[in-house]
Nanobody, 127 residues
């Protein structure tokens, strides 16, 4: 399985970005897909996840109300729409996939449970 992220960039506070994650090499429907981020000097932080089995979603507190995760099943792509960005959102954003797509996700699996990772895309928000 390969994951390729895109869509990062440099924006001002309050602007938006949409990240994309394309999954290839296996059946998209079989994988839970999550977005994580890592700021300089900090650990990897959960952001949001998506289960293709029922399109259920999960958001970390930092993402609720501002970020939206969606997917295009035909394109095997998961999107993370990020609105009203803040300087604290500055980080490298990683897409990850875990085999098994449970329905009704209500929590986010920890990074250790995701077998496949993309290389990340940088998001920088200026104040």
């Amino acid at each position: 399985v390969q994951l390729v992220e895109s869509g990062g960039g440099f924006v001002q506070t309050g602007r938006s970005l949409r990240l994309s994650c394309v999954l290839s090499g296996d059946n998209f429907e079989d994988y839970l897909v999550g977005w994580f981020r890592q700021a300089p000097g900090k650990g990897r932080e959960e952001v949001s996840s998506f289960s293709p089995s029922d399109d259920s979603t999960y958001y970390a507190e930092s993402a609720k109300g501002r970020f939206t995760i969606t997917a295009n099943h035909a394109k095997a792509t998961v999107y993370l729409q990020m609105n009203n960005l803040k300087p604290d959102d500055t980080a490298v954003y990683y897409c990850a996939a875990a085999y098994g797509a449970p329905a009704g996700i209500m929590t986010m699996a920890p990074p250790s449970e995701y077998m496949y990772w993309g290389h990340g895309t940088q998001v920088t928000v200026s104040s």
